[in-house]
């Protein structure tokens, strides 16, 4: 037990937990504005997978922060192209978008084996990694400075880029017209459109958003996490997001912290398999992120539906 | 047969059409003998007897998991643990394989039913956390799909792991747990047989039963089920006791079809061929054996493909089928067309009625 303490308390575990949470916190963002606008987007995992190869096939040829903004001009294409299929053809977005994720799969492969001649992972090509970011002056904090800087500096710029979007998406979704629009579209799209919200456009618009927030977490794995491509490198972390949207109730805040505390069972499944000390099964390590999620998203449900059950008794109690 | 299914026929014929036609510019784009490659993908199953065997022996499990993944969605819950319930069913098959010794055809039929039931229990928990607590049964049937997966490795890699395979795989299947060969040459298994006789059976119950209507009706309107007096959860549940139930059966054929150890390192993949076999066959058991045998075709032919000069990878047709999907479920595809023929039908029909006057 202590073993594991010891490596939980230090400042790589914290800076690994901001790490590996970064394109789950990507992910969950895009599932957030999607979600409220009532589309819900099932594409992320393809949409992150496509952006980390484009990320590393535009790096090799172009600078890399082109290559960044192309891979997100694809990534939100992605997007629109879903809300074209489910909004204008009318199609299941769940299958849709599940159809979406085998393209992703299979398609990643067949894209990189014809730039690179590879099947497995791309490291053939002379990509690009997007720079990291040192905090000034924050190792000069006295006492808590130096683990502070060890924690939150040296990140990778979307790293930072995730904790921004965050905040930017707070203030779309609760102080602009866009972000009313696209509340009002996802609670009851019906009652917008009388009060004369184009409820289609409004949902393009969100899921080309959620598109650029899965580019960006996509970009992340191959240019900052990893400094290339291998297949299936998302290995489910939209379908955490997913997950973590739902959780933190659909709401940034909420799910920036779920996502956090999925990129800590994450960081926890590495370092307990470097504890020598308790054996325990690697494969029942790396299960608990995903048992984590489970067990996390039916007592969020449950608590909710608890909730909701006061309300209405509350309201009863008052008609009575 | 009325308009409306000659017109769906012709949708799904056109969406194969254009997936195919998209398969082919990349062909050609890619290759630096298209004419080879469209060759071994088109004909290459049919070349020799061990090819077109291959083709069945991929159809089994398509049929299997499609047909479960039918009977999952048809009462309108998008579980997608199928794939965890097919893995799982396999492990299980595989503990009563090697663990306990049983005559031949008994040791097979306890395999398979006691995967079965796994696979019910295991399909059925999305749905009854989604009834109970209101969560989303395609986020925590994602979940439970890694959950099994690690799970079931810790089972393979802790107690039935032969180290002497000289690869991550179990001891050797006893005989008495193996299912014969059905044609010399090939690998095609009895399981062919009880694929089939399950798709029977799913139509039978999804389609001549009451128990069947009233899935199919909740699948279409849950709330009109309900306020028409069905008990909706537990005819929800009762779909995914059955999906599940042929999902973890598929498992252990599988197993005893196909392989002398258990060495799946990775989830097979069968229970997202599952959907892409259900959407194709529009959920409708009867045709979801055409719909595999469509599936494992082009597969077969994809790998045929890849293995010769024409330097095409194989994951072509994971291409060719998300297309497929994405047209079939498109609504809105060729609705144009429909609305001109029933416009047309009915213009005739008005001129016929005038013309008796």
């Known amino acids: 037990m202590m073993e594991i303490l010891n490596h939980i308390l230090t400042p790589e575990f914290g800076y690994s937990v901001i790490r590996v949470s970064t394109p789950i916190v990507f992910g969950t963002m895009g599932a957030m504005i999607s979600s409220r606008a009532g589309v819900f987007n099932i594409a992320i995992e393809g949409i992150m997978l496509l952006s980390a190869l484009l990320g590393v096939l535009f790096s090799a040829v172009m600078p890399v922060w082109i290559a960044l903004f192309l891979t997100l001009v694809v990534a939100g294409f992605v997007g629109f192209l879903l809300g074209f299929l489910s909004i204008k053809l009318k199609s299941d977005i769940f299958l849709t978008g599940i159809a979406f994720n085998m393209i992703a799969v299979g398609g990643t492969i067949f894209l990189l084996y014809l730039a690179s001649g590879q099947k497995g992972v791309s490291t053939s090509i002379n990509s690009k990694v997007l720079p990291r970011v040192e905090i000034p002056l924050l190792d000069k904090i006295p006492w808590i400075g130096e683990p502070l800087a060890g924690i939150l500096s040296n990140h990778n710029i979307l790293t930072y880029l995730s904790i921004v979007a965050v905040i930017v998406l707070y203030y779309l979704v609760y102080k602009t017209a866009l972000g009313l629009r696209i509340r009002s579209v996802g609670e009851n799209p019906d009652a917008a459109e009388s009060v004369g919200i184009n409820v289609r456009k409004t949902q393009y618009i969100a899921l080309i958003i959620s598109g650029v927030l899965c580019g960006f977490g996509g970009a992340f794995m191959s240019m900052g996490y990893l400094s290339w491509f291998s297949n299936n490198m998302v290995a489910g972390r939209g379908f955490i997001a997913m997950a973590a949207n739902g959780m933190g109730g659909a709401t940034p805040v909420g799910g920036f912290l779920v996502a956090l505390f999925f990129g800590f069972a994450d960081a926890m499944t590495n370092s307990l398999q470097l504890v020598t000390s308790i054996k325990i099964p690697v494969q029942l390590i790396q299960m608990l992120p995903y048992l984590a999620t489970v067990i996390g998203l039916v007592l969020y449900n449950i608590n909710k539906r608890r909730k909701a059950m006061r309300i209405k008794l509350m309201l009863e109690d008052k008609n009575k | ?357």
């Open chain 2, 1 to 357: 047969m009325n308009k409306n299914a000659k017109f769906e026929i012709l949708r799904t014929s056109m969406a194969i059409f254009i997936a195919i036609g998209i398969s082919l510019v990349l062909i050609i784009l890619v290759s630096d003998a298209p004419l080879v490659a469209l060759r071994d993908l088109f004909f290459g199953p049919l070349t020799s007897l061990r090819r077109f065997g291959n083709v069945i022996e991929l159809t089994i499990p398509l049929i299997i998991t499609g047909l479960a993944v039918s009977l999952i969605f048809s009462s309108g819950q998008i579980n997608l643990s199928t794939e965890g319930a097919f893995f799982f069913g396999g492990i299980v098959a595989m503990m009563v394989a090697l663990a306990i010794p049983m005559p031949s055809y008994i040791h097979f039929f306890a395999a398979m039913i006691l995967a079965g039931i796994t696979g019910a229990i295991v399909v059925t928990i999305p749905a009854y956390l989604k009834e109970k607590t209101g969560s989303s049964e395609i986020v925590s049937s994602l979940m439970l799909n890694y959950i099994l997966f690690f799970l079931g490795s810790y089972i393979l890699y802790y107690y039935f792991k032969d180290p002497e395979a000289g690869i991550n795989a179990s001891y050797l299947f006893p005989d008495t747990f193996r299912l014969s060969v059905l044609v010399p040459g090939t690998k095609i298994h009895t399981g062919l047989f009880l694929s089939l006789i399950s798709v029977f059976l799913g139509y039978i119950f999804l389609f001549k039963t009451s128990t069947g209507y009233k899935i199919r009706m909740v699948g279409a309107n849950k709330m009109f089920s309900k306020y028409t007096g069905m008990k909706v959860f537990k005819i929800t549940l009762l779909s995914q006791i059955v999906g599940g139930f042929i999902a973890g059966v598929g498992g252990a054929i599988q197993l005893a079809g196909m392989y002398k150890r258990f060495n799946w390192v990775a989830l097979p993949g069968y229970g997202w061929d599952g959907i892409i076999v259900s959407t194709l066959a529009k959920g409708n058991p009867l045709y979801v054996p055409f719909a595999a045998f469509f599936i494992a075709y082009i597969r077969t032919g994809a790998a045929i493909m890849s293995r010769g000069e024409s330097g095409v990878p194989p994951e072509l047709k994971a291409i060719t089928q998300g297309v497929i999907i994405i047209l079939i479920v498109a609504q809105q595809f060729l609705a144009k067309y429909k609305n001109k023929m029933i416009y047309k039908e009915s213009k005739l029909e008005i001129e016929k009625a005038g013309g008796d006057q």
